[in-house]
């Protein structure tokens, strides 16, 4: 069978789509490690890492020969995407994205689950705040829709593997045959 995916994997999409859980399952498959670029973004109190530290902490990252990175930082894609190999995009309707969200949020609100650093998620910041989490989503959307495939077609990434995921059956699918293609 062929090789479904490389070892250098990025993995893309809408807050709420499921990066993170996605990277964190392939990583798992793969016995590779796995960088959420929001746990090196958010410094406690909600602060953002200084740019040059996150692309200096990414470029370290990198240097590794198996690797899955998940997060839509546009000022890291010529590190990111340049040594991957492989790139996924969860791109799911916005309404299941939003469903996502929703529920995650609820359940990080009811456990009082930690985030990046000592951060947690509230109601009031992911529903009502004018830079709130779902209007990022919600505004973002479209935007990845019409980038990403801009982007992609550059010819400094040519040399990706691009997989474009739109349901949640297709990516049980991708990650059977990953499991297959292990075997």
Wanted: hydrophobic share 40%; with cysteine; aromatic share 10%.
């Amino acid at each position: 069978m062929d090789k479904v995916i490389g070892s250098r994997i990025v993995v893309v999409g809408v807050s709420g789509s499921g990066k993170t859980r996605a990277a964190e399952t392939i990583s798992r498959l793969l016995g590779c490690p796995h960088l959420e670029l929001d746990s090196i973004h958010w410094l406690p109190g909600w602060q953002e890492a200084d740019r040059v530290e996150m692309r200096r902490k990414v470029s370290k990252f990198v240097k590794q020969p198996a690797w899955v990175i998940d997060g839509n930082y546009n000022y890291l894609r010529d590190i990111t995407w340049t040594h991957a190999d492989t790139f996924i995009w969860l791109n799911y309707k916005l309404p299941l994205i939003l469903w996502r969200l929703t529920k995650r949020t609820f359940r990080r609100v009811m456990k009082r689950e930690v985030l990046w650093g000592t951060n947690r998620e509230t109601f009031r910041a992911t529903f009502l705040d004018k830079e709130s989490l779902y209007r990022w989503a919600i505004s973002s959307y479209p935007k990845h829709q019409r980038n990403y495939p801009l982007a992609l077609l550059e010819p400094q990434n040519a040399h990706l593997k691009i997989i474009r995921i739109k349901s949640p059956k297709e990516w049980d699918e991708l990650v059977n045959q990953i499991i297959m293609s292990l075997r």
